[in-house]
């Protein structure tokens, strides 16, 4: 076949031009998909600055962290196509079919594995229950990031966020340096969803109020909104009647989550694990379907694109790596309640004092709540093989491990868990 590549990365965003960038390095025949017109992802929108502190040490904006990886791509002469969207992936004798919709009409490529890249969506007004009309003016937060950073349109002049999600945080101060009134953040939740310091950057230094254990439960307006109301909930995040509130406003922006975009994966038989909405996945990001990849947040949502990259990196290296035949052994992670999540969720078998002796894993986690002074434990057969303390560890916040696996047996009916473990008051 003409169109026949060692390696199809899906999604030109940070995880797929790292993945894309990764394999070619290792040799291996790659073409880039995506389905906007320029590469860079959701980044191209995210014009503060910030990212790219742990991969450069330097403090970059969206755009020129992502431009760093497109020049390379460009100077490697990857084989891209952009404006082209994949839609539908099937699996055949050796390899894979995609099928892509783009201006020429339709084209398939043959690939012997592919890096799914595809990133994640908002949640949208539909995903939380609002009551009353449905004026315009209720806008997605990322929505509302692309309008005012790309198309220089500004979406509200008096605004309600709803939910303290990163990219709520970040508009909370966007629109504000922009002389918007930004009444308020509202988060069902007692506690914020958004990294510590996107609440004291965002939200702090100008002013604007979070209120916890809130939420917006009634829209007002016909054409257009004009007001939201607001109202305390209970510990179950039930709205307390009497605690009834009118704020009015032109917008409401939702910062009410981020899922992970998998139908393409699911098409194919890809296993999604329910803590992270994302393809089930072994140490070297291949999912439960051989010579599948998943990468970035289309793997679990991540905090800092500097791990996104990382990911892409792995996945793009192991699938052009990847030989095709009977696949090694895998066992099972298994968190406790202690845990959201840890990606990722199996690992392949070894034999101490094999090849394995140099192998290292990384390892992303998040805790299910608050807590001090404790130890992120991975225990194997029952005995502790690696332990970190942390002073504190919060939900929104994902941690990354590296765990060395020299020396370990791991046998395929060996017994992984992951846990965490508060130390007793001293
Ligand atoms: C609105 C929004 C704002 C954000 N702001 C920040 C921020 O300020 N700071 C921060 O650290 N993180 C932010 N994030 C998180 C950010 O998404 C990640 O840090 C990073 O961009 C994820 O990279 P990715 O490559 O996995 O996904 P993305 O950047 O989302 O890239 C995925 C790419 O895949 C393409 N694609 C999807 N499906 C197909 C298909 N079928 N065919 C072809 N192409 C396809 C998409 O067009 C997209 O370009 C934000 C996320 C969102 C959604």
Redesign the pocket.
Known sequence: MQNQYEVVV???????LAAAIQADKEGAKVLL????ARLG???KQ?I?DG?GLIRFGEKLS?PEYVERYVEELKDRQIACKVL???TEITKEKEGFLLTAVNREGVSEFGARTIVL????R?RTAKQVSIHGTRPAGVFT??AA?HLVNLSGLMPARRCVILGSG??GL?MARRLTLESAEVLGVYEVKPEPSGLTRNIVQCLEDYQIPLHLSCTVTRVFGEERLTGVEVMRVDEAMRPIPGTEERIDCDALILSVG?IP?NE?AESIGVTLYPGTKGPVCDENFMTDVDGVFSC???LHV????DY?SESGELAGRAAARYTAGEQPEKVEIRPDASLQYAVPQMITVQAAGGEGESREVVLFFRSRETVRDADFVIELDGKTVFSKHYGVLRPPEMERVLVKLGGLDIKSDSKISVSIKKREAR
């Open positions: 899906i999604g030109g965003g940070p995880a797929g998909i995506e389905r906007e992802g959701i980044l995210c503060h990212f969206g082209t969207f994949v890249a595809t990133g994640c908002e937060a990322g990031q990163d990219i970040i981020l975009e393409m970035g947040n289309a991540n905090d800092l694109v996104v």
